[in-house]
């Protein structure tokens, strides 16, 4: 499993101008990695932490395992003793793998791996990132806890605006695959291989499928929006969050949200935001609200953070602040945020608050006798707890599916005693991703997969996924859902292998998508090649086909497939211009660290950092639209 380290301070991330990333390019040298926040301790800095972290030189070594926080005194979980998985089934690596033969790297990770940004352990929190606050000393309760109303006070918001360039335009609409939209796709001429494919034709029949390749793939740059001004004294800001709607493609600035015409770019819309942004949702309802995390204000020099204390709804058709809330005496600061139904639910150390979409009012929130508390939520289809109970050396996490409105709990797992964090992979089938005893070994937070009985509680499937073999990614520690690069659906989960020596050139690179049932935990046999010298990454389900996103070698451009969900056949839905300018573009946005969103032949990729100019002068972009069809 792969991850890219955020941009040291003073430095912006690699792209826009920088060129092709090189070939086997040698790793530098990580320091020790943070650790996460603890149960009755003060969380440490860096809630502002992007969920997708900029761009890095490629092939790390594998990260340490985080050294355990001081835990508070030992603690009797809530829940009873839990129930112990099962061992992994034999034969869950890399197909076909030599053994000895590691797996080669893709992308650093942002947890251990080099110098971390402000807001990160270790350094003076930064622009974009909140000091850590103490949470509230837990008490007694039980299952789902009593989640009891909090005031709430409304924040008046206000700041700057970024200025973006337009180009030439092309036809768009949205797709969504259930009851409530996700943006389409997260982490994006005819040129490459790129592995078993069709180009053009009607792909995307698959079983509710909606996308359809156009006749001719070949895409072109429908607009770029230049990176925004940062101060020279705060390094980088987080501009994480980038939705798709049938009207508009929305994108975080500088404490601010701008809403863009999908085909043209021209600027329909800015909502400003008090402070910037902390953490953000993909999901967005079926009438186009999203929601997000954001600081009171604006960071100085000397309070360079005030909190994630922020909660805000936002309509994306509209371009209007629906509200903006907070919660607990605090207030509380937030990790991460969710949508499921009417209700948005938020998580930190200090437990989980849910509101209204509507109106904002207070679902239910922590109880002072809670000996547990709701570290973060999954959503879209489902609603979906990472509870946590007991100290650190003792942890006991609580798998639940709540009912959105009450925040009653219907079905609970209990994963085994020490397991400090995991990442709601999928909802609707449940899966959830765990770094057991820190063996991935490389920041990934990855080493199992958990396939549970949403109706039941009951574990179907344990998965082993080693990370030196298999390339996808959680942010465990704060973010819950934010695992990225790989798909579940069709009752199956879509993950990455990492790269390996092609069957091209003698120096050549490539992976495959391959699928484990999640009933029995065990690969199928099948495979998705990714082509010499392209990456191939899981972006999300569309109806029972895979939609991945291909990073091209040097010469060539991206490419956009469709996998069939039952024959795994590919079809080229877009492919990217391959001129040195363009590639410079997209090759400083891939999905492993920025923000990948696609829809009826049209791509969008985005930074989730704003930093300082470099000192090269070259010009850097915040985000990217292609558009296929000529």
Known sequence: MTQPPPPPPNQPPQGGGFGPPPQNQPPQQPPAPPSGPDFGKAPEPGYGYPQTPPAAPQAPPPAAPPAPPAGPPQQQPGYGYPQAPPQPQPGYGYPGQQPGQPGHPGQPSPYGQPTPPYGQPGQPPGYGYPQATMPMQPQAGGPGGGRKNTQLAIIVSAVVAIALIIGGGVWYASSGDDGKKDTAGTSGGTGGDGGTEEKGGDGGTSAGAQEKAPADPASKVLFQVPMPEVSKDESSVVVSGSWLTDKVYAKSGVAEVVGYDPAKGGKKWSIKLDG?????????????????????????????????SQVSVLDLDAGEKVWTKTAGEGPISFNNVTISGDTVAAGST??????????????????????????????????????????????????????PKSGKVITEYKMAKGIEYAGVVSTEPLVVAADVGDSAGDGSGISDFFSIDNKTGKLLARISAPGDQFAARCDTITRIESCTGLAAGNGKLYVPTEEHDGSGESYSQANEVVAFDLTTGKQTGQRADSGDNYTITP????????????????????????????????????????????????SSMSPDYSELRYSQGHLYMSQVYASEPSSTGDKEYLAIGFGAGG
């Not at 009438?287 to 360079?304: G, L, S, V, W, Y």
């Not at 497939?561 to 300018?581: C, R, W, Y």
Request: net charge negative; charged share 25%; aromatic share 6%.
């Open 276 to 308: 910037p942004v902390c953490a953000v949702t993909d999901h967005v309802t079926d009438d186009n609200k999203t929601a997000i995390i954001h600081q009171p204000a604006m960071p100085t020099k000397k309070q360079r953070s005030h909190g994630c």
């Open 350 to 403: 200090d437990g989980g608050v849910a509101f209204g979409i509507d109106k904002g009012d207070v679902l239910w929130s922590p109880k002072a006798t809670d000996t547990c508390y709701d570290a973060g939520y999954g959503g879209g289809e489902k609603l979906v707890a990472v509870r946590k109970c007991g100290s650190y050396d003792a942890r006991e996490l609580h798998i639940q599916t709540i009912d």
């Open 539 to 586: 972006l999300r389900m569309d109806g029972g086909n895979v939609i991945a996103y291909k990073r091209p070698p040097y010469d060539k451009g991206g490419q956009i497939v469709s996998i069939d969900g039952a024959t795994f056949k590919q079809t080229t839905l877009l492919e990217n211009p391959a001129t040195d300018a363009v590639r410079d573009v997209e």
